[in-house]
């Protein structure tokens, strides 16, 4: 079977659960059904399996039980199609390339042209607003402009499914708000895009997602499924207002029991 948008559930999980050899539980019957162009994001605390799930969904690591369908095939036979991306809480640059290979470099590895990797590289550059910094090193760039090519990187095979783990989690609060608008842009731009977001900041996740996963500390487990009903585009008003206050707490209380 061929991933393709006839797949009602662009995710599925089924009693998924993740056992180490040395015996520690990571993940334990976990039920998720994720649909195709959903901004969904995982909530919980330090060592509750969030990481563990998206390593799973990556092809990464096997589950030891259970089910998992990415775009119904596998994990792995997802990846090989280049379907999925993922961008990490560092941005991974290699310091003795430029911006553009950087960003380039996954058509690189799988022998993409090098005029077509030029001009996809440019149009994820420019979706990131990075296409005149093409050139730079990743030195010259700022801690938020590191972040922008990871993004661009994760896009430029214009993956169907986005996983990013905490990509905001070593930024100063202004960057973090700036790149949390334009990741909404980029996901706005990129219709029917997937994107899985782990975060450790309970506002964060509100205000990006339209459904919250509040995960339980280890084992970890779905605490609580959160629809965050407020429609796109949203901007720096939704923070002040009582619907999002609302949703804020709603998470809060999930994470304490």
Avoid at 171 to 200: C, P, S, Y
Wanted: charged share 25%; proline share 6%.
């Amino acid at each position: 079977m061929t991933a393709t948008a006839e797949v009602s559930e662009w995710v599925r999980m089924e009693r998924l659960s993740k056992i180490y050899p040395n015996g520690t539980v990571a993940v334990r019957d976990v039920n998720l059904s994720i649909r195709e162009g959903e901004f969904l994001s995982f909530v919980g605390p330090s060592g509750c399996g969030k990481s563990t799930i998206f390593k799973m969904i990556t092809g990464l690591s096997a589950p030891t039980e259970g089910t998992l369908e990415v775009m119904g095939v596998s994990p792995k036979q997802a990846r090989k199609q280049s379907d999925i991306a993922f961008v990490f809480q560092e941005h991974t640059l290699l310091p003795w390339s430029s911006v553009l290979d950087n960003v380039t470099l996954p058509l690189a590895l799988r022998g993409v042209p090098r005029k077509e990797r030029r001009e996809e590289g440019e149009r994820a550059l420019e979706l990131v607003g990075l296409r005149e910094y093409a050139k730079a090193m990743p030195r010259q760039l700022s801690g938020g402009m590191k972040m922008r090519a990871s993004i661009a990187r994760a896009l430029v095979s214009k993956p169907k499914l986005l996983l990013m783990d905490e990509p905001f989690g070593a930024l100063d609060e202004i960057t973090r708000q700036t790149l949390q608008f334009e990741l909404l842009e980029i996901w706005r731009k990129n219709a029917g895009m997937t994107v899985l977001f782990v975060t450790h900041n309970v506002f964060e996740a509100v205000f990006l997602s339209t459904r919250i996963v509040v995960m339980t500390p280890s084992p970890g487990k779905v605490a609580a499924m959160i629809e965050v009903p407020v429609p796109f585009p949203r901007d720096e008003t939704f923070r002040t207002t009582s619907e999002f206050g609302r949703i804020v707490r709603s998470v809060s209380d999930a994470l304490k029991h």
